[in-house]
T-cell receptor, first 111, second 115 residues
Framework: GQQLNQSPQSMFIQEGEDVSMNCTSS?????WLWYKQDPGEGPVLLIA?????ELTSNGRLTAQFGITRKDSFLNISASIPSDVGIYFC???????????FGGGTRLMVKP | NAGVMQNPRHLVRRRGQEARLRCSPM?????VYWYRQLPEEGLKFMVY????????ESGMPKERFSAEFPKEGPSILRIQQVVRGDSAAYFC?????????????FGPGTRLTVL
């Protein structure tokens, strides 16, 4: 089946620093999504990307849909303690009606 | 407008027992998706249902697992004769639109522990 490789697996940063994480795939996706999951909760959608090359922002978050349609990145600027959590990328393939998730990036922010 | 509701939030079962997980979609949503999340991993798709129909069950294990979404009431994910490897968090998501998985809203999950 399809797999998404998400990196890094974890990050420990100082408050105020910028963060960057990315996902790559061997297959093409039509839609890329970025989610945040807090402990004990379900994922919450942060950003959805629908077109190759698209760059979309949501507050301090910016995400891009790669030109090849096989990758995406998420940037968080000026991190704050409440950014702590696990961030997941997910892709929607041309053929499917389900999401394929990456393995997650665990973000820890030191005040 | 209440979000997706799942119950129970935590479920403990002994090996060989049955587990029933319930998901009430958001009001007006007729599409339900179930995912499983093992510790330290991403979510893995299991099944996609519409009211009274299973649309895609390509992620469901062939044995012991079943899902339904009746005309009335919540969607149910049923695991028979549970084994320790079934221990995981099970999430459901609902969507108002067919085929639009980018509009999925996730519930808080049910954490199943098999002793």
């Amino acid at each position: 089946g399809q797999q998404l490789n998400q990196s890094p697996q974890s990050m420990f940063i100082q408050e105020g620093e910028d963060v960057s994480m990315n996902c790559t795939s061997s297959s093409i996706f039509n839609t890329w999504l970025w989610y945040k999951q807090d402990p004990g909760e379900g994922p919450v959608l942060l950003i959805a990307l629908y077109k190759a090359g698209e760059l979309t922002s949501n507050g301090r978050l910016t995400a891009q849909f790669g030109i090849t349609r096989k990758d995406s990145f998420l940037n968080i600027s000026a991190s704050i303690p409440s950014d702590v959590g696990i961030y997941f990328c997910a892709g929607l393939s041309p053929a499917g009606n389900m999401l394929t998730f990456g393995g997650g990036t665990r973000l820890m922010v030191k005040p | 407008n209440a979000g997706v509701m799942q119950n129970p939030r935590h479920l403990v079962r002994r090996r060989g027992q049955e587990a029933r997980l319930r998901c009430s979609p958001m009001k007006g949503h007729s599409h339900v998706y179930w995912y499983r999340q093992l510790p330290e991993e991403g979510l893995k798709f299991m099944v996609y249902l519409q009211k009274e129909n299973i649309i895609d069950e390509s992620g469901m294990p062939k044995e012991r697992f079943s899902a339904e979404f009746p005309k009335e009431g919540p969607s149910i994910l049923r695991i028979q004769q549970v084994v320790r490897g079934d221990s995981a968090a099970y999430f459901c998501a609902s969507s108002p639109l067919a085929g639009r998985t980018d509009t999925q809203y996730f519930g808080p999950g049910t954490r199943l522990t098999v002793l």
